[in-house]
């Protein structure tokens, strides 16, 4: 099971996912102008902010949106940067958040699970219901790949769909929260976690302690970290033994190198004290700081 | 507003929307033969779909799956086939069902009417909330775009988020159409319908009279018809004074050279007249035939 490997990167390495959303913008102008085109520059700077991180993140999640923005050449560096992780065996999660019926969601299966935008995990949208998530299942089962199912976002637009409550009294969030639980249990890996995980943003705190209840077996991918607003303090309670999330940054990360605190640092070693800044906050909130405040600044 | 160009194309030329989910097997062997690759080959099958049926029908929706489960070089196909239908003034809907955070939703935006990708109008998923499709409107207001968002699919799956019932007695779906209306308020063009539209699958004859009665503003895109089981009788309240909503058909028409109907005729006049006899089928539907169908099968 894919997750198991998610697990031990976690365990061994903290809980950042460095979010690669890289708008052409964030880029040091210094640094495009070595380039021919702006994509080839986009997919440099991630291959620097990568090598500066690899060996103190968990994974990478890649935003597909930013790419698809540059259309074919923006696509291409896409292609790239997930050759490139892939080629030094560092965790993809593909952020595209697919929904459509089977027979189109088999080729979106295929699109992001083989050839040239393979990943090792996705992100899904179940709007379309449960036979819109099975075609992803073959891979799960028989390729190592695994599945991020959106379920509670942290957006203020999440209470448009995810918290309306049911005549049962359960949100449609929880709803969809036990359907992934359910389609999640033919995948459980050697630690427990399913290979089936969820999307569930930081939130508040009564919120999160009630998500963990209710889908106890299944690894989060944590977005709205920092620019978004959500704090270590939040996430804390969605996690159980300091694993089962990982928690995505993506601005913060990219755009170290604009924070005053790492001023005339390069790019991407400003990249590496964020993540590390980040990585030592969350595990101080998880009660087993692995280093302190102050020795990450230093580093 | 785009949707008096779509509104004036159903007027004129039928509800048929001839979909583009062009599957590499679909195409005849002998046919795929001339190119030097498949990709290549794919364009040049829809070519010659676009080329037999353009003055019959009212628009073309291309699924973005089918080609992105090729890779770059199946994108290239997809962007080609957008390129060639913009250059013929054909009306294009690409079926991408994008839902996303707002600043990745600018992203999707851009991508999607701009560009390699450029589209007229959209698919969207509303699970992330209303403010996942915000982002869109400033093209809608600008720039002659439009967007169909998810409501009702005719999917099993529907029942899972769709069909779930609320505390206030309305089903989930209900929920979302009536902000679909709300949001679609803005746009109305000069024939009552606002560009942003819904995609409503075929469905039970009362759900689809209520569904109208609950939308009156709102074009719909209505795929499920054909290989997907819906009829002409499933989805003719959908309609009202023969305008206000695309029939989608996809496999029943790329593969119409296939349908012992039509044995031994080109794929690209097979495609033709399959769609021309959906055409007829759906107008008598709808209590005006334009045609007979046996001067249909003759054409």
């Known amino acids: 099971m894919i997750i198991d490997k998610l697990y031990e990167l976690v365990a061994g390495k903290g809980h950042v996912c460095i979010g690669l959303d890289t708008f052409a913008e964030y880029l040091p102008q210094d640094f495009s102008r070595d380039f ?61 958040k697919r929904g459509d019926i089977a027979s189109t969601a088999q080729m979106y299966a295929k699109a992001h699970f083989e050839g040239d935008f393979e990943s090792d995990m996705i992100t899904l949208n179940p709007y379309m219901g449960m036979d819109s998530l099975t075609p992803y299942l073959p891979y799960v089962r028989e390729k190592e790949k695994g599945v991020f199912v959106l379920v509670k976002t942290s957006n203020p637009g999440s209470r448009d769909i995810q918290l309306l409550t049911r005549d049962n009294g359960e949100d449609v969030y929880e709803t969809v929260a036990k359907n992934v639980v359910k389609m999640g249990k033919e995948f459980h890996g050697k630690f427990g976690y399913s290979s089936i995980g969820a999307v569930v943003g930081c939130t508040h705190l009564d919120e999160a302690v009630s998500i963990r209840k209710q889908m106890e077996n299944i690894f989060f991918l944590i977005p709205g970290y920092g620019a978004q607003g959500g704090t270590a303090a939040d996430i804390k309670p969605l ?25 005339g640092i390069p790019f991407d070693l400003a990249a590496r004290k964020e993540a590390m800044r980040m990585k030592g906050e969350i595990a101080d909130h998880l009660n087993e700081p692995l280093y302190s405040e102050k020795q990450l600044i230093k580093n």
């Open 36 to 96: 021919d085109t702006l994509d080839d520059a986009i997919f440099g700077f991630n291959k620097k902010i990568i090598d500066a991180t690899f060996d103190i993140v968990a994974c990478y999640k890649v935003q597909i949106a930013f790419y698809e923005a540059r259309g074919l050449k923006g696509l291409s560096a896409y292609s790239r940067t997930l050759k490139y992780l892939k080629s030094i065996g560092a965790f993809v999660i593909a952020d595209i």
């Open 239 to 263: 996690f159980s033994d300091q694993n089962g999330g990982v928690v995505n940054s993506s601005r913060a990360i990219l755009l170290a190198y604009k924070n005053p605190l790492f001023a």
